[in-house]
């Protein structure tokens, strides 16, 4: 293990969380946002759809552009453009500086998720072993401490532009200042041209990885977006204690992402993914019958504990299936993210009003089952390029093979 590598990791893991902070800040503030422009209830959804799907426009726009740039290069300028969107987020005063701004942040978004994942993917070739999930930990770390200055923000009446300033000031700089030591895949082209065929991303073969991709986040929009509402409105909790559920869904998440690297290089990704797709049905099940606000929480700590693996092991089983092209599968897989954002929501509303909102819980709870079916999608898996035979677990990286 290089000096290089650890400065590596530990900068994009930064990157990860700045990230995660900076997104935090935008969908907490949603609603001070909305009264800053003055904008609708009938054209919010309008708004808010635009992120993910300019995001998955720019996460497709990556996959093309990496074949000329190194996804460090990608990194290294998406994530300020992010910082910058947010700050002229809260700093407009018409409409359509805020589409703008938006705009700017779900294209520059698009491109930093996937090139962020593409660096994580090629750090965990690099080093032999599972660390993706500790990168999605930090993310979460971000998460929780972007919602915590929002929270400030808010409980001060803080201007948006004044709440946003001094975190882009901190941030920007920093980033710029870490982007120095990313670590792009240097046995990439060697491992492409053993490959062979293998440099084109077939999509039949991903397509398993995008389904249990789109599922994690259709539950974990599902959380985000309606865990308060159900707390309050379905459980009978106080207005107060229904903020809790996310926060607690968060902190859980960051603490089985913090743990779920040795869990894969004990008992193997297969083995983990199966286990969180398990305990987030459950969770999804005991949030669908909870008599009261306690054990709907219990629920949603289950859901945490169970969907924060799927997403890192989804992307680090797109490095296996494609190693000779894990940037461009990377890249097509995170496309699915926002697919599953902009479902999952939607979806479990439309459910709620025509059906009632324990049934439409029942909805995700099934969807996250599909995981099982596609569970072996997370071994080891065939060699497809002409040779026959299973590609080398992680831990063979080390003596020499060229599997993840």
């Known amino acids: 293990m290089t000096d290089v590598l650890r ?14 902070v900076a997104f935090a800040l935008l969908v907490t503030r949603i609603p001070a946002i909305q009264d800053r422009y003055e904008v609708s209830d009938a054209l919010l959804p309008a708004f808010l759809a635009a992120v993910p799907i ?21 990194l290294r300028w998406s994530q300020p453009v992010v910082l910058l969107a947010l700050l002229g987020v809260g700093a407009g005063e018409r409409m359509v500086e805020l589409g703008v701004a938006l705009a700017a942040f779900g294209l520059a978004v698009g491109v930093l998720d996937a090139s962020m994942n593409m660096l994580g993917v090629s750090l965990q070739r690099s080093y032999g072993r599972s660390i993706m999930l500790s990168f999605h ?8 401490a972007g919602a915590s200055l929002a929270w400030v923000g808010a409980h001060w009446d803080l201007a948006l532009w004044v709440s946003y ?61 309606w865990s308060a509402k159900y ?25 089985g992402r913090a743990i779920g690297d040795l869990g894969v290089r004990r008992f193997g990704a297969v083995s983990v993914v199966r286990g969180g797709a398990l305990v987030a049905a459950g969770g999804f099940a005991v949030v669908a019958v909870a008599p009261g606000a306690w054990v709907g929480m219990l ?69 996250v089952l599909v995981t099982l079916v596609y569970a072996r999608s997370f071994a080891p898996q065939p060699d497809r390029y002409g040779g026959g035979h299973e590609r080398p677990r992680t831990a063979d990286v080390g003596r020499g093979s060229n599997g993840l």
Not at 137 to 144: F, H, K, P, T, V
Not at 165 to 186: C, I, N, Q, T
Not at 248 to 253: E, F, I, L, W
């Open 137 to 144: 930990a930090a993310y979460s770390l971000g998460g929780i």
């Open 165 to 225: 300033l001094p975190v882009v000031a901190l941030l920007l700089p920093a980033v710029l200042v870490g982007s120095r030591w990313y670590v792009d895949d240097e046995a990439a082209p060697a491992v492409a041209e053993k490959a062979g065929e293998g440099q084109v991303v077939v999509f039949k073969w991903l397509l398993p990885l995008c389904l249990v991709m789109t599922v994690a986040y259709i539950g974990d929009s599902t959380v985000s977006n």
């Open 231 to 255: 707390l309050k409105d379905v459980l009978g909790s106080s207005e107060q204690m229904a903020t809790v559920p996310y926060n607690v869904y968060m902190v859980t998440t960051l603490l």
């Open 299 to 367: 629920g949603f700590t289950l859901l945490g504990l169970g969907l924060c693996v799927l997403v890192p092991q989804t992307f680090a089983a797109a490095g296996r299936l494609f190693p000779g092209a894990s940037d461009a599968a990377v890249a097509r897989l995170n496309v699915f993210n926002y697919v599953g954002f902009l479902i999952g929501s939607p979806l479990v509303g439309a459910l709620g009003d025509a059906w009632s909102y324990r049934g439409a819980m029942v909805v995700p709870m099934v969807l």
């Open 7 to 20: 400065r590596g990791r530990a900068s994009s893991a930064f990157s990860f969380l700045v990230q995660g």
């Open 54 to 74: 300019l995001a998955g426009v720019g996460s497709v726009t990556t996959e093309r552009l990496v074949k000329r740039v190194r996804p460090s290069m990608l």
